[in-house]
């Protein structure tokens, strides 16, 4: 079974949509979070929930907009799709805040704007 | 600005042989991660090293952190062509709780040719 999984693997789409990624976890940990890797493979975490409560919100547009239905899910919603925005997405899980235990990451979505 | 930057920024080795790759960190830490990346795939965690930990082993790495020098290194020893990866260490800050949120540099891509 896959710990963490996301869907879907590839995006392709045009400058202006709105799309979603989804992610589950089935670790059964508290703590989920969204990165962003670029071209360059600089890797940024965006956003970070802890039961289903969100933690970390770095400067990110605020037509990226995560949702929580509970502590094994997290979703990204992206609105007005820019071509800045391609890069691929990756969601992430640890059992807790702590810094002091590994994070577990899907195999993530690659976001393809034309 | 960027917590964790990787030296070098590509590698290439002959398999047998022993690869280094060092992360320089510009703030104080609690913990230090080391991650691979597959082609394609997430980051899978390798190893991490507290603050007041100087040297970790798992099998065929080593760890090591100078925290006076702010800096980290991965040795992979008998290096084999599955060891072909991105790798990456991420920090996170010292002196409080970071929210597990970790700062990740941007790599090093190992080769190790057959």
């Known amino acids: 079974d896959t710990a963490v999984s996301q869907t879907p693997k590839y995006l392709v789409t045009q400058m202006g949509n709105d799309k979603s990624i989804k992610c589950e976890q089935n670790?059964?940990?508290?703590?989920m979070y969204w990165y962003k890797q670029d071209s360059k493979k600089f890797l940024k975490i965006m956003f970070s929930y802890n039961n289903k409560e969100l933690i970390i919100n770095e400067t990110v547009p605020n037509r990226f907009s995560p949702k929580s239905p509970d502590k094994a899910h997290l979703n990204l919603h992206i609105n007005s799709l820019e071509l800045g925005d391609s890069a691929v997405y990756f969601c992430?899980?640890?059992?807790?805040?702590?810094?002091?235990?590994?994070?577990?990451f899907g195999d993530g979505t690659r976001l393809s704007i034309l | 600005s960027q917590q964790g930057e990787e030296d070098p920024q590509a590698l290439s080795i002959q398999e047998g042989e022993n690869a280094t790759m060092n992360c320089s960190y510009k703030t104080s830490i609690n913990n230090l991660q080391w991650y691979r990346q597959n082609s394609g795939r997430g980051l899978v965690h390798l190893i991490l090293i507290r603050s007041n930990e100087r040297e970790k082993h798992s099998g065929r790495l080593r760890v090591t952190l100078d925290t006076s020098k702010k800096s980290s290194s991965l040795l992979i020893t008998a290096s084999r062509a599955a060891d072909t990866a991105s790798y990456f260490c991420a920090t996170d800050k010292g002196g409080g709780t970071s929210y597990g949120k970790l700062t990740f540099g941007q790599g090093t891509i190992l080769t190790v040719h057959p």
């Open positions: 670790l059964g940990h508290d703590t």
């Open positions: 992430a899980s640890s059992q807790d805040l702590g810094t002091d235990q590994p994070q577990h």
